[in-house]
């Protein structure tokens, strides 16, 4: 059913921008046309970029986001995972509170 | 001038010999089972449903044009069915994953990088703030672990659950042995203690996981034990977005209309006994949520049609005063996904794509 959804309706999490504009909803409740509105606005990208996986997979890889990983798509050396929240703390504008705890834990 | 002769259809030939010969098309019901139905069949089952649910939540029904377009998207053969591209929508996935990749760990990896999921969500199979109270420490490691290896945001979810703090699970009295006898005072004196233990419960759950790095917390199927399960979680809610201003705070219904077992709670001056959708979003949203999640639940002895024809009427008013993205319920038996464990896709799709393009959600 997860994948179902996915498919049908679903923008695509780290593969797009679904991550992007779903923290817009969550940090800031920012409703759907807004919130992809914003994050589109800072990706310099169209609002229907944030879904297609072929323009957003340049994107993330330009803008050190994190990408899929897989047997053919290796970056090592890129921003994956907490490297990348950093970046998109940064280029949203917004607090991250895994950023937060590891910069205090890390004693950053 | 020589009279033409009159043109008409096969179907309207067989009508009137009392017979019809509209085509089938196969379709489901409420729990899944597959039958076949015609397009006229499928029209009336969505307005009647729309008209009782109007009735019912005192609401409009669908626009003509709405059920229109719901009847196209019903009265397909289309073995999967999805939006148009460019208007997808974010999913939140609460209870998501499968439990059985071996560790939660590869679960939300999984989660993420295989199903695409836009909000991920760590959750115990005891999925319970009583219970996950008690195993905090070993959630809190998981979702700081899982923090350092997913990009995609992580909230913890549980259900509230009042029902657990009454005998013989819990330390109040046992209101649904009360209310039998006739013992309302003593009811609802049992719920109001239970609701004390059950928002300490939640505020500490909510607190350990958000400074443990979880970017919001997930209160699913809340009212399940009826208007003082949901004021319970309005009160954490308030809480939570108070001392975490950034978290995110998701708040899943667990059906249309909140039931009033103890039927005097007010939320600033709002009765809850008895709300629906609309009314649930506006205490949620003033509470502090930033997320509402309508649920309705599904009748299996209606078609999916007639189901999702229902739920889209009485969620529909939120969208017109929502100030936090809406996101319905589409898990097994709600808002016209069928009663099943395996819910099958071309319903599963139908239900999403009419949500989005019917209510235009903001979520799933």
Known sequence: ?108 | MTAQPTQTTAAERDASRGRISESRVPTRMGDGFMVEMTRSELRADIEEATQLAARKAKCPPLEADEQEHLLDIYASRASFTAVDVGEQVVLSCDGGGSKMTGTDLQDLLESEQRFGQDILELWHIEYSYKAIKTILPFQQQIMQNAQLLVTAPVQYGAQPNLAFYSKPDGPADNWFELLPRGDIPGARAAIEEAMEYATKDFIFVSEGMLDAGADGMDFDTTGGAGDADFFSTLRAVKHVREKYPEAGIEVGMAGEFVIGVHGELEWEGRRLAGMWPRQQLEVCQDAGATIYGPAVNIRTTKSCAWNIAYALTVIKPCMEVARIPVHPNVGEGVVGVPVNGYPPEDAVSRAAKACVEILRCDGL
């Open chain 1, 1 to 108: 059913m997860d994948v179902t959804h996915a498919l049908a309706a679903g923008m695509g999490g780290i593969r797009t921008a679904g991550d992007l504009v779903a923290r817009m909803q969550m940090t800031r409740g920012m409703r759907l046309a807004e919130a992809k509105r914003y994050v589109a606005d800072k990706l310099g990208c169209t609002e229907r970029d944030l879904s297609d996986s072929y323009a957003m997979e340049q994107i993330r890889g330009e803008k050190g986001l994190g990408r899929i990983l897989d047997h053919s798509n290796l970056h090592p050396g890129e921003p994956n995972a907490m490297y990348a929240k950093f970046r998109i703390a940064e280029l949203l504008g917004i607090k991250i509170n895994s950023v937060e705890r590891f910069k205090e834990l890390a004693g950053i």
